[in-house]
């Protein structure tokens, strides 16, 4: 269903009974003009394309009904909710298409229409809500004791800029420790608008911090699209590249390798390399799989495999573990080494805890002897007891390496050869 355009109305009804008798559609064969439900009748109107039409009723608050409202107009509706001093509504109605002329108030039951939300109201409301009044050495004027980040923290409370404020400290880690969800969630609860969060973050960003020029960026690839243009958006992403931000470089070099939701750039293999391994600190598997794909799309099967094996040695992820495997078996990127394919194929199965055998795994292991399966259980040995037992001991699954009571590989020998 299109969220271009959605008429939002909210409501108090009796009962949830009460709410589904208001939106019951009947049809009088005898009276082609009477209204095809009591919300219809509301609106002064008889018919309407009950497919473009959705409603949820709710005890659990106001709130909770918002959920389902999509998010790019939730500033918007909030904004509303405010002029028309709307709570405790326990009904929401949404049609997902153009109304000709909704009423504004309907007294009984009571019911307010919110307003048609579409990309021109979007347009318009941009700057209607602006707040004028913050000066912009507020944005960058930020609390240097813990007394003082304390009062801000109480005065975001109840202050939209404020919660701001401290969601770009959190951010950018100004005089706390950097805390994404954090900021995400005060920008959240904020619902500042669109143009206030930007420029806020373009003041702070003009201050030096990386972190706030690739939050521009993210902004105005986003929510806030039509307040930025491409050179705009290039020039933010860029700037928090050549200040060091670790998180644009690794967005840019997406880009530069996909092209993933954005027409910026094209494709260059190159700079992309040179953003990745510019990166300061290596600490993700997330990473070295982005190197990893790198390398692939450049058909260097050397470095791809040197990469897979670091994703594979530092985090025993099952399908890096599993390509090593594979590369040892077929030579692709490495020379062939069966007793170090048997070694990976133990340390996936140690990981994954495969007490049944998928096809896929079985098709490895059927490639290896014995001998080489036994080998390859020594040389895994040492990475089970430090690596692998600190990894299961994070997953919960200290238990699997405890002893010898789960061996993957002597399962396999007694039920499959």
Known sequence: MSVDTVNIWLGKFESFEHFNLFLKETYDENDDDAPISQFAASQSETFYD????????????????????????????????????????????????????????????????????????????????????????????????????????????KDTASMIKLGIMALCGVNMVKDEKRRQSLFSQANASPVMTREALLTVANSGYAEAWFALYSHCVTEARDLASDDERREYIENAVKLGSDEAKCSLARMLMYGWGSDLYEEDYDKAEELLLSISDFNSSGLLHMLYC?????????????????????YGDSWATNYIADAYIEGNGIEKNLNKAAKYLYINLCQNKQESFEETDLELLEQLSNDELNAGRLLAKEWIEHKGVAIAAARGRLAHFSGEEYDPFEIYLKEFR
């Open 50 to 157: 009950h497919d473009w039409l959705e409603y949820y009723y709710s005890n659990k608050g106001q709130g909770d009904l918002l959920r389902n409202i999509p998010q790019i107009y939730h500033h918007a509706v909030n904004i509303k909710l405010k002029e028309k001093s709307i709570s405790n509504s326990n009904g929401i109605i949404l049609f997902y298409d153009e109304w000709s002329s909704p009423i504004d108030k309907v007294e009984t039951p009571e019911l307010w229409h919110l307003g048609q939300f579409d990309e021109e109201f979007l347009r318009n409301s941009r700057n209607k809500y602006t707040p004028q009044s913050i000066p912009s050495v507020f944005w960058i004027d930020f609390p240097q004791t813990s007394d003082d980040i304390i009062a801000l923290e109480k005065q975001a409370q």
């Open 294 to 314: 790198l390398y692939s799309l450049k058909n260097d099967d050397k470095n791809a495999f040197i990469w897979k094996k670091r994703e594979a040695d530092t």
